[in-house]
């Protein structure tokens, strides 16, 4: 079975800072993993995937997330936070079989001015 | 913008209505999904449609009923539904269900379905 933890519910931190969100993943085969970012009475919005190849991923809006095999980890980065980061944001690995996407609780990314 | 457009974006309906939600893609995608999102919550998949067949029904209650009209389009069927089925009701599409695991899903901004 596959499943994804994100470890932190909530992420205050002032704008311009760098952040990292959390996530890790437990799987028996190959996975692929996706972040989305979900903005106020909004659909999910992909922000960035890994399939295979280079381990640094690069995605939309400034973020880059790192697979890490060995320590069975995808965390998303930013640098530097906008007030408009602002949003909930979804780790997410592939599930066996026809299932595509097996998501994180989520991780509430709160930008202060 | 979204590419996935869902109507109605609110629904308020009693709980012996009949109502329909809807969910439109252009992009070719045959692979479509509906999810069920609580608040502060991820969304739950509900039911999975690979080239307009159903191929994943997540032990939803019957008194959803979904549809997929042709390639394009899905719909969901909501009849007597309960006050706890009040949520974001979101739909989605992916390009090719063979190659399901390594493929994006692309969402629509959901339906707010509130049941009185």
């Known amino acids: 079975a596959q499943s994804v933890t994100q470890l932190d519910s909530q992420v205050p931190v002032f704008e311009e800072a760098p952040v990292e969100l959390r996530c890790n993943y437990s799987?028996?085969?190959?996975?692929?993993l996706f972040w989305y970012v979900q903005y106020p009475n909004q659909g999910l919005q992909l922000l960035l995937k890994y399939l295979s190849g280079s381990t640094l991923v690069k995605g939309i809006n400034g973020f880059e997330a790192e697979f890490n095999k060995s320590q069975t980890s995808f965390h998303l980065r930013k640098p530097s936070v906008h007030i408009s980061d602002t949003a909930e944001y979804f780790c997410a690995v592939n599930k066996e079989g026809n299932t595509p996407l097996v998501f994180g609780k989520g991780t509430r990314l709160s930008v202060i001015a | 913008d979204t590419e996935v457009t869902q109507t109605p974006k609110h629904l308020v309906m009693g709980m012996t209505n009949k109502k329909s939600l809807k969910c439109e893609q252009h992009?070719?995608?045959?692979?479509m999904y509906w999810y069920k999102q609580k608040a502060k919550k991820p969304p739950e998949l509900m039911f999975v449609?690979?080239?307009?067949?159903?191929?994943i029904n997540e032990s939803v209650p019957s008194r959803f009923s979904p549809e997929c009209p042709n390639s394009s389009l899905l719909n969901l069927h909501l009849h007597a539904l309960q006050p706890e089925d009040s949520a974001l009701y979101l739909c989605?599409?992916?390009?090719?269900?063979?190659?399901?695991?390594?493929?994006?899903?692309?969402f629509g901004d959901g339906t707010r379905l509130s049941i009185l």
């Open positions: 449609y690979s080239y307009e067949k159903l191929s």
């Open positions: 799987s028996s085969v190959s996975v692929y």
């Open positions: 992009m070719g995608h045959r692979a």
């Open positions: 989605a599409s992916s390009q090719d269900p063979g190659q399901a695991r390594n493929q994006p899903q692309h």
